[in-house]
C-alpha cells in the first residue's frame, strides 16, 4: 500500500474520529440543555428556555447564550429575566481543596421585570416562594445539589451589563414603564462577597427610583391643564 494512500486513510479516519468527538459533545450540550430547560420549568412553573449552552469539560467553562426566563400568565407577557449571555470559566485547581472558585464570570443582563399582578402579588416574591416549596432552602437542600459541602472561594474578574428594568403593575391601566440603566461591561475584580456590589446595587436603585419620579414629574405636568402667563397691567405712561 502506497504512503499516500495510507496518508488518506489515516486523514479519513482522523477527521471521522473528530465528527464523532464534535458530534458527541454537541450531543452533550443538548442533553444538558434539555435537563436544565426542564429542571428550571418543574421546579418555579415559569416559562424558561435556552438559545445556546456549551460545557467546557477540560477547561472549566460554562457559556449560556439568550436565556430568558418569563412570568406566570397572571403576571403578563414581559420576560422576569432577559440575559443575552452567562459565562462561567471555573477554577479547577480550587475544586481539589473543595473550593467554589471562578477564573471569570460574564453576567450580561438585558432585561429585568418587576410585576405586580392583579391580587397585588410580585413575581420576584411568587418565584422566591415556589423554590422554596419546590426545596431549594437552607431546610431543604435537595439530595442532587452537588454544590453542598463546598466553600465559595471567590471570583477573579466579574463582568456585569443590564440594560433596563421593566416595572409593571396589573392593577391598573397604565403600561409598563422601561426604567433604562445602561450599565456596560462594569468589571470587579477579586470578589469574595457581595460587597463591592453594594454601589453598583445602590446606582441601578437609584438611577430606577429618579427616573421614576421624572416620569410621574412629566405625566403630571401633561395631564394638567397649561397656565397662561399674564402680564401685569400697565400704569398711564409717564410723561
Given at each position: 500500500m502506497k504512503l499516500t494512500t495510507?496518508?488518506?486513510v489515516a486523514a479519513a479516519l482522523a477527521a471521522a474520529l473528530f465528527a464523532l468527538i464534535v458530534a458527541a459533545v454537541l450531543s452533550a450540550d443538548w442533553v444538558l440543555k434539555k435537563a436544565v430547560v426542564g429542571a428550571v420549568q418543574e421546579q418555579t412553573g415559569f416559562p424558561f428556555e435556552i438559545g445556546k449552552l456549551r460545557l467546557g469539560l477540560l477547561n472549566?467553562?460554562?457559556h449560556v447564550q439568550?436565556?430568558?426566563l418569563g412570568n406566570p400568565p397572571e403576571f403578563g407577557t414581559l420576560p422576569l429575566l432577559s440575559i443575552p449571555e452567562i459565562y462561567f470559566a471555573y477554577d479547577l485547581e480550587a475544586a481539589k481543596t473543595n473550593g467554589l472558585a471562578f477564573r471569570e464570570v460574564r453576567l450580561n443582563f438585558d432585561q429585568v421585570s418587576m410585576v405586580v399582578d392583579a391580587r397585588g402579588r410580585t413575581n420576584l416574591t411568587e418565584i422566591a416562594a415556589r423554590l422554596d416549596k419546590a426545596g431549594l432552602s437552607q431546610s431543604r437542600p435537595l439530595p442532587t445539589n452537588m454544590l453542598n459541602g463546598m466553600t465559595f472561594a471567590g471570583i477573579g474578574k466579574l463582568q456585569v451589563s443590564l440594560g433596563q428594568v421593566n416595572l409593571a403593575d396589573l392593577r391598573t391601566t397604565n403600561p409598563p414603564?422601561?426604567?433604562v440603566i445602561?450599565?456596560?461591561n462594569q468589571v470587579f475584580t477579586n470578589v469574595t462577597d457581595l460587597t463591592p456590589l453594594a454601589?453598583?446595587?445602590f446606582k441601578v436603585m437609584a438611577k430606577t427610583m429618579f427616573q421614576l419620579r421624572?416620569?410621574?414629574c412629566a405625566l403630571t405636568t401633561r395631564g394638567s391643564p397649561?397656565?397662561?402667563r399674564t402680564r401685569p397691567a400697565r400704569g398711564p405712561d409717564r410723561p
Open positions: 495510507v496518508a488518506k472549566g467553562t460554562l439568550d436565556l430568558k414603564r422601561a426604567i445602561g450599565l456596560t454601589p453598583l446595587i421624572c416620569g410621574r397649561r397656565l397662561r
